[in-house]
């Protein structure tokens, strides 16, 4: 079976933020940009043979305010501790901001940033997919 590409598509209040923060804390790479295209313009960002890619937009005929949940997420699993410690440093010298996640769940093995916009990111320690005895807590 084929799968599709996921692209996560925000608007942002600042492309070239945005580009600094993701490129530096999550270490991806730009893998597209376009500019004043039917009023938008945007930046597409994603890891090397990766099966998703984030795309930043901004609207420059009828500006859009970001306006994410506290459960609206993006998470990334890291299973090995050193590579989950590093990145989570990735995060926090790129200006990312380590804060609480609003559902506990994941500060048990992990670690919520938030960006200049509002967005939050999940750096979590852990595999994925989960394991049984992970299934059973998430399912309490």
Not at 36 to 52: D, T, V
Not at 80 to 85: A, E, F, K, L, V
Request: proline share 8%; glycine share 6%.
């Amino acid at each position: 079976m084929n799968m599709p590409h996921l692209r996560i598509a925000r608007p942002v209040t600042s492309l070239t933020q945005s580009e600094t923060l993701y490129c530096t804390g999550l270490g991806l790479e730009v893998t597209g940009r376009f500019s004043e295209h039917n009023g938008f313009s945007g930046i597409m960002l994603s890891l090397p043979q990766a099966a998703w890619h984030l795309e930043f937009t901004v609207c420059h005929r009828h500006p859009v305010t970001p306006a994410p949940g506290s459960e609206d997420l993006l998470v990334l699993y890291y299973p090995d501790p050193t590579h989950w410690r590093q990145r989570c440093e990735k995060m926090r010298l790129a200006g990312f901001h380590a804060i609480n996640s609003y559902n506990p769940y994941w500060d048990h093995h992990g670690q919520t940033f938030i960006d200049h916009d509002g967005y939050r990111t999940v750096i979590q320690q852990s595999a994925w997919p989960v394991t049984p005895s992970e299934q059973a807590v998430s399912q309490i």
